[in-house]
C-alpha cells in the first residue's frame, strides 16, 4: 500500500541555519511527489512539486528538494531559515486513480 | 488569498444535530475534495469529485454526505456525528483529478463535536 513517512514530528532550528525536512515513501510506480506548507488558521499551500525529469527542483520562497530514487525519499531543504518559515509542513504522493497520501507533517519552530 | 473559501470557520454541534460544511472555489476547477485533518495523524482523503461526479469514496462513514451541485460548490452534510469526527476538516480544488496536479487548500473547517 501508498504511505508517506515523515520522521520528524517536530524540528527547531535557528534563524539563518540550514534545514531539512525528511519524507520517505512507499509506491510501486513513479510517484508524483508534493511539499505543501501549512501555517496556523490556513489551508495547505503548495511549496514544490516533482513528476519526472530534474531530481532537484526548486520551489517558492527559497525552497527546494531532491528526489532520490534508490532511497525512496523526496527530502525538503532551505539554505537559510527565516522566522516566517515556522509552519507545519506536509509531504505527500499522488497516484493514478484519484488518490492522494499524506505524511502526518513536520512542526517547524524558528528561533531569533 | 487561495481562491478557496470555506464556511463556517469553527463549527460546535451535538451528536443528534445536523449541520452543513460549505466549500466554494473561484479558480475555475473541475475537480474538489473533502480532507479530514487530525492532530498527529496524516491528512485523510474522504471524498474525490470530478466534473461534479464523486469518484472517490475512501470507506468514509454514512454519517458524511458530500454533495457536489457544480464544480465551484462542495458540500459536507453532517449528521449523528461521534466526537472522534471531531478534526479540523479541509476542501480543496484543482485542475482535474489526475495525481500530478497541485491542489489548492482553503483554510478548514474546525468541527467539535460534544
Known amino acids: 500500500a501508498q504511505s508517506v513517512t515523515q520522521p520528524d514530528i517536530h524540528i527547531t532550528v535557528s534563524e539563518g541555519a540550514s534545514l531539512e525536512l525528511r519524507c520517505n515513501y512507499s509506491?510501486?510506480?513513479?510517484?508524483?511527489l508534493f511539499w505543501y506548507v501549512q501555517s496556523p488558521g490556513q489551508g495547505l499551500q503548495l511549496l514544490l512539486k516533482y513528476f519526472s525529469g530534474d531530481t532537484l527542483v526548486q520551489g517558492i520562497k527559497g525552497f527546494e528538494a531532491e528526489f532520490k530514487r534508490s532511497q525512496s525519499s523526496f527530502n525538503l531543504r532551505k539554505p537559510s531559515v527565516h522566522w516566517s518559515d515556522a509552519a507545519e509542513y506536509f509531504c505527500?504522493?499522488?497516484?493514478?486513480?484519484?488518490?492522494?497520501?499524506f505524511g502526518t507533517g513536520t512542526s517547524l519552530t524558528v528561533i531569533p | 488569498e487561495t481562491g478557496v473559501t470555506q464556511t463556517p470557520r469553527h463549527l460546535v454541534m451535538g451528536m443528534t444535530n445536523k449541520k452543513s460544511l460549505k466549500c466554494e472555489q473561484h479558480l475555475g476547477h473541475n475537480a474538489m475534495y473533502w480532507y479530514k485533518q487530525s492532530a498527529k495523524k496524516p491528512l485523510e482523503l474522504m471524498f474525490v469529485y470530478s466534473l461534479e461526479e464523486r469518484v472517490e469514496n475512501n470507506s468514509v462513514p454514512s454519517r458524511f454526505s458530500p454533495e457536489c451541485p457544480n464544480s465551484s460548490h462542495l458540500f459536507l452534510h453532517l449528521h449523528t456525528l461521534q466526537p472522534e469526527d471531531s478534526a479540523l476538516y479541509l476542501c480543496?480544488?484543482?485542475?482535474?483529478?489526475?495525481?500530478?496536479?497541485?491542489?489548492?487548500f482553503g483554510p478548514g473547517t474546525r468541527l467539535t463535536v460534544t
Open positions: 509506491y510501486g510506480a513513479t510517484p508524483y
Open positions: 480543496a480544488s484543482s485542475q482535474d483529478s489526475e495525481g500530478f496536479r497541485e491542489q489548492y
Open positions: 505527500a504522493v499522488g497516484s493514478t486513480g484519484n488518490q492522494f497520501y
